[in-house]
């Protein structure tokens, strides 16, 4: 199920950037703080952006829900940034599974 994500100059900056974003927002819910959704506009600015203008390539495997859910024409973009919005569902890793799932092909 797990498949790397080829090494590309995508993959080096911008997936490294959603697992730093998915970090902090953890740390700082263990820490009781809030930032009040500072990480989630840079998110938004940054990665959002990057997911709107990508291109998304047909999905072979029908079956697989998430896959779909992540990288569809509206989803790639909108999944991303609501579930991060939702106070305490934002802690889920939105912005890695979404960048992860844009750039492996199945």
């Known amino acids: 199920m797990f498949k790397p994500p080829p090494l590309t100059p995508?993959?080096?900056t911008i997936?490294?950037?959603a697992i730093a974003f998915d970090l902090a927002a953890v740390v700082l819910l263990l820490f009781g703080m809030d930032d009040w959704g500072i990480i989630d506009?840079?998110?938004t600015i940054?990665?959002?952006?990057?997911?709107?203008?990508?291109k998304g390539k047909p999905i072979k495997n029908k079956k697989d829900k998430i896959r779909q859910l992540f990288t569809s024409k509206q989803g790639r973009f909108?999944?991303?940034?609501?579930?991060?919005?939702?106070?305490?569902?934002?802690?889920l890793?939105?912005?890695t599974l979404s960048v992860y799932f844009n750039l492996t092909d199945e």
Do not use: N, S
């Open 93 to 95: 890793p939105f912005w």
């Open 46 to 54: 940054f990665i959002g952006t990057w997911l709107f203008f990508r």
């Open 10 to 12: 995508e993959t080096i």
């Open 78 to 91: 909108l999944t991303p940034i609501l579930g991060e919005f939702i106070p305490y569902l934002g802690v």
């Open 15 to 17: 997936l490294p950037l």
């Open 41 to 43: 506009v840079l998110g």
